[in-house]
Structure formats: C-alpha cells, structure tokens
C-alpha cells in the first residue's frame, strides 16, 4: 500500500471523488464537457495532489508551496 493511501485526508479526498461523479451523471448532457468535467477534473485534482507530497516529504516540500515570512521579499502579500 502507498503511503498516501493511509491518509484519511486522501481517503476523503476519494470519497469527495465518487460524490462529484455521482452528483454530475445528474447534469444535463449538453454540460458533459462544460461544468460537469470541470467539476470531475478538479475534484480528481484534489486527491492527486495529496498523494504528491507524502508524509515524510511534506515538510521538506512544504518550502517550495509556502512563502517564508522570514524574508520580506518573499511576503505573498507583496506579490499582488
């Protein structure tokens, strides 16, 4: 079993998956390509990028997602 499967956060992440394909057979058929896949892409998206970054390299990759407020000039805020 790959690590990220024991995450329960994946495992919801999962679950969240299968509601949004679910709720989406619902939609009409003329937004099969339109809301309904945006919506199945991004739900997908969620769980895949839990499974990227693993337990034990979420620290070490916690850098290249989260601006380092030690240094004024990575501040987000000043970026926009």
Same mark, same amino acid.
């Given at each position: 079993m790959k690590a990220h499967h024991k995450l329960k956060v994946w495992q919801r992440a999962?679950?969240?998956v299968a509601t949004i394909y679910k709720l989406t057979e619902?939609?009409?058929?003329e937004e099969m390509f339109g809301l309904t896949s945006q919506m199945r892409r !991004? !739900?997908?998206?969620i769980a895949s990028n839990i499974a990227e970054v693993l337990p034990g390299e979420a620290k070490q990759n916690s850098e290249n997602f989260w601006p380092s407020h030690k240094d004024p000039s990575q501040n987000w805020k000043r970026k926009f």
């Open positions: 999962i679950d969240f619902r939609f009409p058929k !991004a !739900a997908v998206s």
